[in-house]
């Protein structure tokens, strides 16, 4: 089961170091990453969300290119590319997986001014070195799905 670690971190620079972080740690292969995100309040008060995959993007480039192939078939490239673009944006758009958009748009929203929450979903880390990794950011754990005893033991960690 992969493992949701929902962090408050003191801005959004701190957010993008996480996501940096992250990055670093699964190409060390020490954090295997399913997906991230992190929410802050812009100057105006309004939740801002920023996410590590778009699957809109990524479903609408495999769909014109498939499209373009097809196509090519019927003689016809440029009505398939837009084709197969369009289906696959819409496949991408409504496949989202990994952390669920609307949790993350609620915590967001509850950010103090200035604040920031980075969404961590991983499938599988080596807890000790990813911990030691985060923990010079100063976090506070605010959402888990692990176990009780896991998530006390997770913020007594990052705090020394």
């Not at 992250?22 to 990453?33: D, F, I, T, V, Y």
């Amino acid at each position: 089961m992969a493992q949701l670690i929902v962090l408050g971190v003191a801005d959004r620079d701190t957010a993008e170091r996480a996501l940096d972080i992250a990055s670093e740690l699964s190409e060390q292969e020490l954090l295997r990453l399913e997906d991230a995100a992190y929410a802050y309040k812009d100057d105006k008060g309004r939740p801002r969300i920023h996410q590590t995959v778009d699957l809109t993007g990524y479903g609408a480039a495999g769909g014109a290119l498939w499209g373009t192939l097809i196509g090519m078939l019927f003689l016809n490239p440029l009505l398939g590319l837009a084709v197969g673009a369009g289906a696959g944006a819409l496949a991408g758009r409504l496949g989202d997986v990994g952390i669920d958009d609307d949790m993350i748009r609620r915590i967001g929203s509850e950010l103090r001014q200035g604040r920031a929450a980075v969404f961590l979903l991983a499938a599988d880390a080596t807890t000790d070195r990813v911990v030691d990794a985060f923990r010079a950011l100063h976090p506070t754990v605010i959402r888990t799905n692990l176990s009780r005893d896991n998530e006390r033991e997770l913020v007594e960690a990052l705090r020394s």
